[in-house]
């Protein structure tokens, strides 16, 4: 439980692992956070199954206690960003490779319905105006990013409804819901390209090369100018210490770069009841066309 500050804007996202917050939209959060928004993030498993990707950090005790480890590691990159954060209280469903079963009890083994309801009743108390999670593929075919993505769509119906939950507080509608469209094949071409004409090493090409054959992206509607807060993103990213390795992969190329080439984080509408931007134009906020309304409860 947790004191719900009265009035005023409410941003939840929703993520599948400790991490994934700072990954996918952290700059966001850290620009809505020090502009007075109360965000809260929603981490649905403690990350159990996640493999340590970081040298330094692959040490028999590290692998032993890694769940605590990894509050540990959510602790320190909540407060870097300014926001809050609660555990959902699923246990990681890890990786299974091609045809192995889910791991018995695991968050992507639930039925939905059951999943949702403790996203439905942080819903009804937190009563966020904006929700993000990610669009219907997970941004990746992770099961638990897949799972997230089912089990926020069918929380936010669900809080809506009175007649559904009754127990878990009283309804709540979202006004709006967000989808992810983090770390895109957009996103590594530009830096990329960005990169090589001035001459310097991308890492970004062999990925590119290799980037699979998926359906095209949905499209960009909201685009949040938050380059100023790349520094407080790449600072809650390498709090991840088990997942993040400093000088490697993400944390490769020249920042003055990206806030050159690719200043914003990017989403895509997915449910409002706001007016929704017209054909060809794109929202610079989250909370565009509910402002006005804000402080009525």
Same mark, same amino acid.
């Given at each position: 439980?947790?004191?719900?500050?009265?009035?005023?804007?409410?941003?939840?996202?929703? #993520?599948?692992?400790?991490?994934?917050?700072?990954?996918?939209?952290?700059?966001?959060?850290?620009?809505?956070?020090?502009?007075?928004?109360?965000?809260?993030?929603?981490?649905?498993?403690?990350?159990?199954?996640?493999?340590?990707?970081?040298?330094?950090?692959?040490?028999?005790?590290?692998?032993?206690?890694?769940?605590?480890?990894?509050?540990?590691?959510?602790?320190?990159?909540?407060?870097?960003?300014?926001?809050?954060?609660?555990?959902?209280?699923?246990?990681?469903?890890?990786?299974?490779?091609?045809?192995?079963?889910?791991?018995?009890?695991?968050?992507?083994?639930?039925?939905?319905?059951?999943?949702?309801?403790?996203?439905?009743?942080?819903?009804?108390?937190?009563?966020?105006?904006?929700?993000?999670?990610?669009?219907?593929?997970?941004?990746?075919?992770?099961?638990?990013?897949?799972?997230?993505?089912?089990?926020?769509?069918?929380?936010?119906?669900?809080?809506?409804?009175?007649?559904?939950?009754?127990?878990?507080?009283?309804?709540?509608?979202?006004?709006?819901?967000?989808?992810?469209?983090?770390?895109?094949?957009?996103?590594?071409?530009?830096?990329?390209?960005?990169?090589?004409?001035?001459?310097?090493?991308?890492?970004?090409?062999?990925?590119?090369?290799?980037?699979?054959?998926?359906?095209?992206?949905?499209?960009?509607?909201?685009?949040?100018?938050?380059?100023?807060?790349?520094?407080?993103?790449?600072?809650?990213?390498?709090?991840?210490?088990?997942?993040?390795?400093?000088?490697?992969?993400?944390?490769? #190329?020249?920042?003055?770069?990206?806030?050159?080439?690719?200043?914003?984080?990017?989403?895509?509408?997915?449910?409002?009841?706001?007016?929704?931007?017209?054909?060809?134009?794109?929202?610079?906020?989250?909370?565009?066309?509910?402002?006005?309304?804000?402080?009525?409860?």
């Amino acid at each position: 439980m947790f004191t719900r500050h009265p009035g005023g804007l409410r941003l939840l996202s929703v #993520h599948a692992h400790p991490d994934d917050e700072s990954s996918k939209g952290a700059a966001t959060l850290a620009r809505y956070a020090a502009e007075g928004v109360d965000v809260l993030v929603a981490t649905c498993t403690g990350g159990e199954r996640g493999s340590v990707l970081n040298p330094a950090m692959d040490r028999p005790e590290v692998r032993a206690d890694i769940a605590r480890v990894r509050r540990e590691e959510m602790a320190a990159a909540r407060e870097i960003l300014g926001v809050r954060q609660q555990f959902l209280g699923f246990v990681d469903s890890g990786m299974p490779g091609e045809g192995e079963p889910l791991p018995e009890g695991c968050f992507a083994a639930q039925p939905v319905e059951l999943a949702a309801e403790p996203l439905v009743a942080l819903i009804r108390e937190f009563r966020p105006q904006v929700v993000i999670t990610y669009d219907e593929t997970g941004g990746y075919p992770h099961p638990d990013h897949v799972m997230t993505h089912r089990v926020t769509v069918a929380a936010v119906e669900a809080a809506a409804d009175p007649e559904r939950h009754p127990g878990l507080g009283g309804p709540w509608q979202v006004a709006k819901l967000y989808y992810h469209l983090a770390l895109s094949r957009a996103w590594f071409q530009a830096l990329h390209e960005a990169m090589t004409e001035r001459g310097l090493r991308s890492e970004m090409g062999e990925l590119l090369a290799g980037w699979p054959d998926t359906p095209p992206a949905l499209a960009t509607t909201t685009r949040i100018a938050c380059a100023e807060q790349f520094a407080v993103r790449d600072a809650a990213m390498l709090a991840h210490a088990t997942q993040v390795q400093p000088g490697v992969a993400f944390m490769a #190329h020249p920042r003055d770069i990206e806030r050159e080439v690719w200043p914003t984080e990017d989403y895509h509408l997915a449910r409002s009841l706001a007016p929704a931007p017209g054909a060809g134009e794109v929202e610079t906020d989250l909370f565009a066309g509910l402002r006005a309304g804000v402080g009525a409860g």
